[in-house]
Nanobody, 114 residues
Framework: QGHLVESGGGLVQPGGSLTLSCVAA????????VQWFRQAPGKEREHVAT????????DYSASAKGRFTISRDNRKETVYLQMTNLKPAAPAVYSC???????WGQGTQVPVAS
């Protein structure tokens, strides 16, 4: 099923921007749909964005739409999540997931200063 490794998390100021990366290995990346999820302390994990194998087909949660952009580089087998206008929040762990498979990364934490 392969594996996924996230990076790019870190403390960001309110209104700031951050780009997360998810590097894939062990499966045919070009044909895979990949998602980003986030989980805040004490909360359920929630979907943030999905990018399908066709680069132009994406899907966003209501809270991410207009502020976050998901993209992919098939040569680098990497999916990105560009986040802008981040709002103050407790540290959330952002994880990537291969759609339709039980393949998850370990997550990267994104705290937004209050």
């Amino acid at each position: 099923q392969g594996h996924l490794v996230e990076s790019g998390g870190g403390l960001v100021q309110p209104g700031g921007s951050l780009t997360l990366s998810c590097v894939a290995a062990g499966f045919t990346f070009g044909g895979a749909a990949v998602q980003w999820f986030r989980q805040a302390p004490g909360k359920e994990r929630e979907h943030v964005a999905t990018i399908y194998s066709t680069h132009t087909l994406t899907d966003y949660s209501a809270s991410a739409k207009g502020r976050f952009t998901i993209s992919r580089d098939n040569r680098k087998e990497t999916v990105y999540l560009q986040m802008t206008n981040l709002k103050p929040a407790a540290p959330a762990v952002y994880s990537c997931h291969r759609l339709n498979y039980d393949t998850w990364g370990q997550g990267t934490q994104v705290p937004v200063a209050s």
